[in-house]
């Protein structure tokens, strides 16, 4: 009998590695996929187009020297008006807002167009994230059902 032959047991374990090692070659294809799609289609605050906000309306709308309305993408702050309104985090938060980017120039990445014919973008102001930053220091929080919009709200 040849000595390199395998009793089920080895053969057994040879096929458990082959597939763990199969899988294992697949999820990593998988990953770098992703990883390259999210690199080739994101782009780099320094490629997008600018603008300069002439103010803030509330904590997630803006307004631009040329008019254009903003929804600022993937965060929702609190009400000013109606049933649901909460005037004083309201207003911090615009305040806030205001202070932060009004009278100064941004980065936007435009994404679409809202119901309200709003621009909903994202907004970077240097390296800072403006819809991040706003999550992080709880102005606003992040808005579950547009946040895919968003690379950072999916983290």
Sequence with gaps: MPKNKLNSEQRFIRNLLIGFFSALFIVFVLAMTALFQTLTTYPNASDLPSVT????????TCTTT???????????????????????????ARDYLNELVAGSTVTIRRITEDRHGRTV??????P?????????KSFA???ERYSSQCEWSKQ
């Design 66 to 92: 040329e008019g254009e309305k903003i929804r600022l993408a993937c965060i929702d702050t609190p009400e000013l008006r109606g049933k649901k309104a909460d005037l004083i985090t309201a207003k911090t």
């Design 141 to 143: 929080s992040i808005y």
């Design 128 to 136: 800072m994230n403006i819809q991040e930053h706003l999550v992080e």
């Design 53 to 60: 906000i002439q103010s803030c309306y509330d904590g997630d």
């Design 121 to 126: 973008a994202e907004l970077s102001k240097g």
